[in-house]
């Protein structure tokens, strides 16, 4: 199983359609904008939609505290890059960082939602200097920060 698509209420479909198409490389395939109906689904590589819509106009959009929309990446280069870019086009970004055993950064997007941009250790990735380990399957760990 996976998760295949997501739906967010945004104050300005157009505008946060813009900010997924140019900084996260996702495509439109549908927009509409009729009456008080506006919609806009965008795909990415692996088909995953992304619906964005203000059906009832409604402004502010209010999400509650820790919801995030996460993109990971192959890599820490990568990760560093989009930081990058972020910054230099104005957003405030904070600077990538070791947390929950990933190299990430989150910032608030158009749309009053957060975005976390990371990349996942996986087993055996050089994490500082050190190796990191397997977690057992079905096992919780305690100590990532």
Known sequence: MRLNH??????????????FETYFGLRCIV?????DQ????????????????????????????????????DSRVRVDEIHARL???????????EFHGAWTFFFRAPGG???????????GDDVGGVRSTPVPSGSARSDIS
């Open 38 to 73: 506006e919609v806009a689904v965008l795909t990415d590589e692996s088909g995953f939609a992304l619906t964005l819509n203000n059906f009832d106009k409604r402004r502010p959009i209010e999400y509650p505290g820790g919801f995030h929309v996460g993109f990971m990446q």
């Open 87 to 97: 910054r230099a086009d104005g957003f405030d970004v904070g600077s990538p960082r």
């Open 113 to 123: 939602f957060d975005i976390e941009v990371l990349h996942q250790y996986r087993r």
């Open 31 to 35: 927009s509409v904008s009729r009456d």
């Open 6 to 19: 997501l739906d967010l209420t945004v104050p300005d479909v157009a505008q946060s359609r813009t900010f």
